[in-house]
């Protein structure tokens, strides 16, 4: 749904099914989706995957940049914090997606935007944008990524090239402003 001025994400839903019905796990979707709940699963929970569907900026103070919850703005800092949880767990972070644009863009200050305070907090692994994407060339990236990650054969760097050039080789995706946004940090196996 649209919240906080934000448009909505139409393909959202159709992104996080496609991820639920490979992997399972909980799902937290527009009125469910706010900081508090996330908060909570993230203390409780034993995910090895966290997948986030939203709007998201990258600015060059640490209080504008966020990840849009239904309620608020998942600041930077409390992205760390939240990530940082997963440190003293027996099954560590080994992904965080941050399905959103300008995840992974940056500045001098901090390089690597939300994706890269996620990794330095403890996840193995972040997938994040460059750019503004499109919501439907990204949901199905996305779901040829997981896709390719849950069929085992593949490291998460292998799986996002072959979704990015399944995009490619679709009439309607093959600009790079649709497919090259997406960059993998950290641990790419």
């Known amino acids: 749904e649209g919240v906080q001025g934000f448009s909505p994400l139409p393909n959202t839903q159709k992104e996080v099914k496609g991820i639920q019905d490979l992997f ?7 009125e469910n989706f706010l900081i508090s709940n ?17 709007h998201g900026k990258f600015a060059n103070e640490a209080k504008d940049s966020f990840v849009l919850t239904y309620d608020k703005k998942l600041t930077m800092d409390r992205l760390g914090e939240l990530i940082g949880l997963f440190q003293f767990r027996r ?4 992904l965080l997606t941050l399905s959103a644009c300008e995840t992974a863009a940056g500045d001098e200050r901090s390089a690597l935007g939300l994706a890269g305070v996620a990794v330095k907090a403890g996840a193995r692994s972040a997938l994040a944008t460059l750019w503004f994407i499109s919501d439907q060339a990204s949901s199905n990236l996305i779901n040829q990524f997981y896709i390719r990650l849950k069929a085992g054969s ?36």
């Open 24 to 30: 399972g796990g909980k799902v937290l979707m527009n």
């Open 91 to 94: 099954i560590p972070l080994d």
């Open 154 to 189: 593949l490291s998460k760097a292998q799986a996002l090239r072959e979704a990015q050039v399944t995009l490619l080789d679709h009439p309607i995706y093959r600009h790079p402003g649709y497919w090259a946004p997406f960059l993998l940090i950290n641990n790419w196996l």
């Open 38 to 54: 996330l908060e909570q699963d993230m203390k409780e929970e034993n995910f090895t995957i966290i997948h986030i569907a939203s």
